[in-house]
């Protein structure tokens, strides 16, 4: 069956300190890779997204994250989290066969000051 | 440039009613796709409209209903509402043969159902 886990429901950092988030898939054809953020009361907004080539990919926000086909993850990672980063992360797996994207439960991201 | 609209931000229904729910998609895209977001959950893909036919469909119930305009713009409609149906619903729109991949959501309508 195709499924996202995200296996922390909600992470709490200090400002500087470093983040992973981290994100298994199941999916039976080669994957697209997605990381949203959602703001309260937003819709998504997309941070990076992998479909083939280098493995680590760039984002937005100083985000970047990592595909690993042999442990069939996706996390993401910043090096110094901002306050403003607090919000919820979702990470998402589709295909070229389809234009539906499944949608892990998100992680939902605190920073203390 | 106008990003994805929807309309409208927030409404109340009472269970068994009916409801429409409005998306504009950005300029120069031409696919709506909907996704239902439940409380402390990820978004669900329910169905997307392309050339004003429906193309995909997810796993709802036929309660769930669409329709695209000529101008690309899409309409949500969900029949009989339970309380189970209550969520953030989310629109998708995508510029062509982007699909999945050039997706720009809109900020969602929350639908309370009591």
């Known amino acids: 069956a195709q499924s996202v886990t995200q296996p922390d429901i909600h992470i709490t950092v200090s400002e500087g300190a470093s983040l992973e988030l981290r994100c298994n898939y199941s999916?039976?054809?080669?994957?697209?890779l997605f990381w949203y953020v959602q703001s309260p009361g937003q819709g998504l907004q997309l941070l990076l997204k992998?479909?083939?080539?280098?493995?680590l990919v760039q984002g937005i926000k100083g985000f970047e994250a990592e595909f690993k086909r042999s442990q069939s993850s996706f996390n993401l990672r910043k090096p110094s989290v901002h306050w403003s980063d607090a919000a919820e992360y979702f990470c998402a797996v589709g295909s070229s066969n389809t234009d539906k994207l499944i949608f892990g439960t998100g992680t939902r991201l605190q920073v203390f000051p | 440039d106008a990003g994805v609209t929807q309309s409208p931000t927030h409404l109340i229904k009472t269970r068994g009613q009916q409801v429409t729910l409005r998306c504009s998609p950005k300029?120069?895209?031409?696919?709506v796709s909907w996704y239902q977001q439940a409380l402390g959950q990820g978004p669900q893909f329910i169905f997307q409209?392309?050339?004003?036919?429906?193309?995909q469909r997810g796993n709802f119930p036929d309660r769930f209903s669409g329709h695209q305009f000529p101008n690309y713009s899409s309409e949500l409609n969900v029949n009989a509402l339970l309380l189970g149906d209550s969520a953030l619903y989310l629109c998708a729109s995508s510029s062509p043969g982007q699909g999945n991949y050039g997706y720009t959501f809109g900020s969602g309508t929350r639908l309370t159902v009591v």
């Open positions: 992998y479909f083939s080539g280098d493995t």
């Open positions: 300029s120069g895209h031409d696919t």
């Open positions: 409209y392309y050339e004003e036919e429906e193309r």
């Open positions: 999916y039976g054809a080669t994957p697209y």
